[in-house]
């Protein structure tokens, strides 16, 4: 799995990013039996930046914690398949099929830290998972899928020790 990382703002928090990105993709695919070489790209930004892609892509203007753009369909959530790929979802130069991109407000991975009592990581780490879910074909529009979603992200942040307990 390749990983792309950009960070458009200066926050710096106590924890690496990119290691911390790359664990919990790397986590969930493998949990999800994932059999395809892949990239993702992730965006950190802030909360104006993000306001503007969400007024952009789903008509809602104000800021969100992490916004998920699928480079994959599929026919059931973590049903990964070769079969049906474009070619504009693959690296020509690499052959790895583009996953998506998440975009998550670095300014809302440190407000909803302080709101729920737990780390900055914890909360990256949750929302990387909850994306990486997303990007796999996952959703939380009933309460079935949310119960099957919400609880893959909770594995997948307990395999990694990334608690809520931990803090700051």
């Known amino acids: 799995m390749r990983l792309f990382l950009?960070?458009?703002?200066d926050v710096i928090m106590n924890f690496d990013?990119?290691?911390t990105a790359r664990a919990v993709i790397e986590e969930a695919?493998?949990?999800l039996d994932c059999p395809l070489d892949l990239e993702v790209s992730i965006l950190l930004t802030d909360n104006e930046t993000i306001r503007i892609y969400n007024r952009d892509t789903r008509d809602i203007d104000s800021p969100t914690d992490v916004l998920s753009y699928p480079g994959l369909e599929y026919d059931r959530p973590g049903a990964f398949s070769t079969e049906g790929v474009l070619a504009d979802c693959t690296d020509p130069e690499t052959?790895?099929?583009?996953l998506g991109e998440m975009i998550i407000s670095l300014d809302k991975v440190v407000s909803q830290?302080?709101?729920y009592g737990h780390s900055?990581?914890?909360?990256f780490a949750f929302l990387v998972a909850h994306s990486?879910?997303?990007l796999c074909g996952f959703d939380h529009e009933t309460d079935e899928e949310a119960k099957e979603m919400f609880g893959l992200q909770?594995?997948?942040l307990d395999h990694l020790g990334i608690t809520r307990d931990i803090s700051d």
């Open 6 to 9: 950009d960070n458009d703002t």
């Open 17 to 19: 990013y990119e290691d």
């Open 29 to 31: 695919l493998k949990m």
């Open 95 to 98: 052959g790895l099929i583009n």
């Open 113 to 115: 830290a302080a709101q």
């Open 120 to 123: 900055k990581k914890r909360e």
């Open 132 to 134: 990486i879910l997303h």
């Open 154 to 156: 909770d594995e997948i």
